[in-house]
């Protein structure tokens, strides 16, 4: 059975964007894979943090997946820091990393782009995000579109820690979703939902309650043509609606293009709004039995031993083919 890994940071309330994205596919996903789904708080430190909002907000998130249909029989759901291996191969990794490339990554740039003070794991942190990865021999990594250049990278690290040292790291391969992957803000439909986004408006949180959700969606921008067509390049505020309408139906686009023919933004708003509102409400009451429970941290001690299990071994095996530490006699 091949491995995926995935990992998202805890610095906020996942979107619909989040959810249709990553959290739905990777339910299915357990089911064919070994899966490992993992906080990575100690990536979110690469910018300031709030240490109760973080600690506030990576139990959320862990409830998040569960509430969602992430199965701990089938899959280990575990915080990055609470598995040391992490830290370890990320320090090993950034020895095998150069400056120059790290320089070159799109979110550096765009995260230090006009700062007089950086963080230096805001440069570092690739190599963090590579180790996360090697460590559990993934063959494949779910990401969106604008993760592919790390994933590029991690295999650039692979491939020249195995030839400088031992052939130990599994090399692998993106997998970026063919539908639902990119949703996009409400109000710059441009632009990907992101849960930053210093407009409210333009983006749907999974934990929204109803009215919110179908305020958030009656004032999404859309266009002055007024019918309900699909045309992501001249017409991407309608475009945006449909292909989350489609993502939480599951009724094709043609299909709902075809049923609101004739048709205004109004109904076509609300009922969308209905279909989103439907979507979560199950999730947002499992989110609700966990978030204080024991059985949610019962679940994160079980991942994190199984995580910490596997990851030591790979973390032997790197140190053992860069000559550190001892040769332990038994």
Not at 293 to 298: N, R
Request: a neutral charge; one cysteine or more.
């Amino acid at each position: 059975m091949k491995t995926i890994f995935s990992g998202i940071q805890p610095s906020g309330t996942l979107t619909i964007g989040n959810y249709l994205g990553a959290l739905r596919h990777f339910v299915d996903l357990q089911n064919e894979y070994n899966c490992y789904f993992c906080i990575v708080d100690e990536h979110a430190v690469t910018v300031p943090q709030d240490r109760l909002e973080l600690r506030k907000n990576i139990r959320s998130l862990a409830a998040l997946y569960l509430a969602s249909g992430i199965d701990p029989d089938k899959s280990t759901l575990f915080i990055q820091s609470e598995v040391s291996a992490h830290t370890q191969l990320g320090w090993i990794l950034q020895c095998v990393a150069y400056i120059g490339e790290l320089e070159r990554m799109t979110q550096f740039k765009d995260k230090s782009e006009g700062k007089e003070a950086v963080s230096a794991g805001l440069l570092t942190y690739p190599p963090l995000m590579a180790s996360d990865i090697l460590l559990y021999n993934t063959d494949e990594v779910p990401v969106g579109d604008d993760q592919k250049q790390h994933i590029e990278l991690t295999r650039d690290l692979a491939e020249r820690f195995n030839r400088k040292y031992n052939d130990i790291f599994t090399i692998p391969e993106a997998r970026i979703p063919k539908v639902g992957a990119r949703i996009m803000s409400l109000q710059t439909p441009t632009k990907k939902m992101s849960k930053s986004d210093e407009n409210q408006k333009a983006t749907i949180f999974m934990l929204d309650d109803p009215k919110k959700i179908e305020k958030k969606i009656k004032s999404a921008v859309t266009d002055s043509v007024g019918t309900i067509e699909y045309d992501k390049e001249n017409r991407p505020g309608i475009s945006n609606l449909l292909t989350i309408y489609s993502s939480f139906s599951g009724e094709s686009i043609d299909a709902i293009v075809e049923k609101y023919a004739g048709k205004g933004y109004g109904d076509f708003k609300q009922d969308l709004a209905e279909v989103v509102v439907n979507a979560l409400a199950p999730i947002q009451a499992r989110y609700q039995e966990l978030i204080e429970s024991e059985e949610l941290d019962e679940v994160l001690d079980l991942g994190a031993d199984k995580a910490q299990a596997q990851a030591s071994k790979m973390l032997r095996k790197a140190k053992k083919a860069m000559g550190l530490g001892r040769v332990r006699k038994k």
